[in-house]
């Protein structure tokens, strides 16, 4: 099995299926997290951290933020330049963020935090920050509670996030006050090729040996057929979204 870094920087090799297999955000969800940046501000300067293809960096454009991604995998950033076009980038991580002291709103992350180291990521966000800015993390996943979700999470093996959230969720560290929460529900209707880019962008599956890859294909196919997953066919898929936010002090 890959170690903890080389999984956080392995999604590059899979943008294109990222970019198709992944949701966006709920912009009620981005919208919370942003509330306390909008103070004194109908277009807060933000910055998406781990950006990746953009999918929440197109979410904050939506809600009328001025917006810069910052994102490690050039690659990811490719995509992002084609999906989002116009959003200054950088390439750098939450530890090291190339960017100006207390020039933010707010720093979000999306699918992202249990990559970053806790206390570095912190300082960071905290760095680039106004006071009174927001640190928002956000996740989507999909509901386990739905019995086929469930085993197809068994399938492709529980994410870094996934037991991140259900070992207390994320920690983050002073300058910031506590950490505020909010989850959303909603469901995505998903063709069966688009669950396959949903599996294929995942890290485990990413950089797991071939034998690993073709278990987890065969035991995805069977589960398609079952739930009728077939050709262009729509399932609907639940997700769950859980949100943070913390303000700087």
Not at 20 to 31: H, L, S, T
Not at 95 to 104: C, K
Not at 117 to 139: F, H
């Amino acid at each position: 099995m890959a170690d903890r870094e080389e999984m956080s920087l392995s999604f590059g090799a899979a943008a294109g299926a990222y970019e198709a297999g992944r949701p966006e955000y709920p912009a009620e969800a981005v919208a919370w997290m942003l509330e306390p940046a909008r103070s004194g501000s109908d277009a807060p300067r933000v910055a998406d951290v781990g950006a990746g293809t953009g999918k929440l960096t197109r979410v904050i454009v939506g809600l009328g933020a001025q917006v810069v991604a910052v994102e490690p995998d050039p690659g990811m950033l490719a995509v992002l330049h084609e999906a989002v076009p116009g959003v200054p980038t950088f390439v750098g991580s939450a530890e090291q963020l190339p960017l100006p002291d207390a020039g933010l709103d707010a720093v979000l992350l999306g699918q992202a935090w249990h990559w970053v180291d806790p206390e570095a990521g912190t300082a960071e966000a905290g760095r680039v920050l106004r006071s009174g800015g927001v640190l928002g993390l956000i996740w989507n996943f999909r509901d386990d509670d739905e019995p086929w979700i469930a085993r197809m999470t068994a399938i492709m093996h529980d994410s870094t996030a996934e037991a991140m959230i259900a070992d207390g969720g994320p920690v983050v560290a002073g300058p910031f006050g506590p950490l505020e929460t909010r989850s959303w529900r909603w469901r995505r209707a998903m063709t069966r090729s688009a669950l396959e880019d949903m599996v294929r962008s995942r890290s485990y599956v990413i950089t797991a040996g071939p034998d690993e890859r073709a278990r987890i294909e065969s035991g995805l196919a069977a589960l398609c057929d079952e739930v009728g997953a077939v050709g262009d066919a729509l399932v609907d898929v639940p997700y769950v979204t859980h949100a943070y936010r913390a303000v700087r002090a």
